[in-house]
């Protein structure tokens, strides 16, 4: 009998393995010019999607904002286009500093188990933190709520992006990868 339980991990391919590594170790110093009033420059929230599926959300302080696909493909450089998108980014980014006190240092950077778990990875000059959050609760948490409120709004803001681009006939190279 398969493993039904709640450890049970997500599928996931190797190209999104590599570019989730890279997008939780990219290095402090490509964002020192935008760290004014905090040591955090980047949040990435892992999210189990229905049908065993993973969305990785990779924000930093400068406004960028990437999706990766547990298939393969991302969505990336709309940061570059959307001043809405590079707004919401930015504020949610900033004020992730306010959840430090409630994540834990991260000594692994697993991908959470298949469920509703969504794990969310602070970047910050000090290491990384990773914070659990519950998505489907019945009595969830008000600043966990904030919280991911604060990261759906960036990925509404993405999905926008991704209509315009869309209607403008514009195809970023990275998001024509497998999905």
């Known amino acids: 009998m398969a493993n039904k339980g709640p450890m049970r ?12 590594n890279q997008a939780l170790r990219i290095s402090p110093s490509n964002f020192t010019q935008f760290m ?9 929230v892992d999210m189990p999607m229905q049908g065993s599926r993973i969305t990785t959300l990779a924000c930093y302080i400068n406004g960028a904002a990437n999706l990766y696909f547990g298939t393969g493909g ?39 188990p298949f469920g509703n778990t969504h794990y969310a990875y602070l970047l910050t000059t000090g290491g990384i933190y990773r914070l659990k959050l ?32 869309k209607a403008a006939g514009i195809t970023p190279a990275a998001s024509s990868l497998n999905q």
Request: net charge positive; aromatic share 8%.
């Open 9 to 20: 991990r997500l599928p996931v391919c190797k190209q999104y393995l590599m570019i989730r």
């Open 74 to 112: 991302d969505y990336s450089g709309a940061a570059q286009r959307y001043p809405g998108l590079v707004q919401a980014t930015r504020m949610f980014v900033a004020n992730a500093a306010n959840y430090i006190e409630l994540a834990e240092p991260a000594d692994t950077l697993e991908v959470p």
């Open 36 to 44: 004014t009033k905090s040591t955090i420059y980047g949040v990435v």
């Open 134 to 165: 519950e998505a489907l609760t019945s009595n969830p948490d008000a600043r966990q709520q904030l919280f991911m409120n604060m990261y759906k709004r960036v990925m509404s803001e993405i999905r926008a992006a991704q209509l315009k681009d």
